[in-house]
């Protein structure tokens, strides 16, 4: 495939010996980005989680530019490239914003001026706690620690959960921002698949450990019977953060 970044050929991957995702291909180019959909518990954060090198897959692998992240731990993959936003945040809450983004900071073009600019809010409360933020602010953080690992690509594992929907918008708009304008690779799994498929280039629907659809995200959004079956809307609206 041209230019592909992120690769992930035949992941097997569970907890003890229950398995999640069973034989879990997927590529992704760079400068593309891919909404990760599927009801509650089939496996999107299980997906994340192994990418991210936080669980050691039965088998399969990962590549990043070409070369195998199988056995690197962590902190290894996020040097090498490896953005992630977990599910739920997980800021350092007694630690300050500031602080925050300084122990992520890697050089390049993300710096704290430019994840200031993209969050103005994050400067304002620079000094408080992270443990202080509300909801929305926290998750601003976290994309904005990331974003000072400077990835090569970003994970986001459900960012808008739990926000409420002014608050919603304002995170969507900002992450538009980093992957429309500024071209950043992504795999965003979110439960609001209207804004999902609206953002990412493809799209794939994971059911049963397995991927039941994929295609550009055009395609998933008219494919309104499987977004019905399998993720459990009626239809994939074209509101952002809807
Ligand atoms: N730490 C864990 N130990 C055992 N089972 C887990 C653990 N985390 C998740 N699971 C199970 O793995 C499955 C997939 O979970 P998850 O990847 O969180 O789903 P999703 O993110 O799609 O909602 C679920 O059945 C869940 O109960
Ligand atoms: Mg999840």
Redesign the pocket.
Known sequence: MADCLLEIRGLSV???D?I??SDLSLSLERGRSLAVL????????????AIAGHLVPRSGTVLLDGQSLDQAPPFQRCRRGIGWVP?GRDVFAPLTVEENLLIAARKGPWTMRRVHELFPRLLERRRNYAGQLSGGEQQMLAIARALMTNPAVLLL??PLEGLAPVVAQDVARCITEVVEKEGMSAIL?EQHAGFALELAHEALI?ERGRVVRSGTSAQIAADRDALELHVGIRKATSRKAS
């Not at 599927?38 to 989680?49: D, E, I």
């Open positions: 569970g907890y003890g229950g999640v995702l599927g009801r509650n518990g089939v496996g999107k954060s299980t997906l994340m989680l599910q594992d459900e799994v994971i």
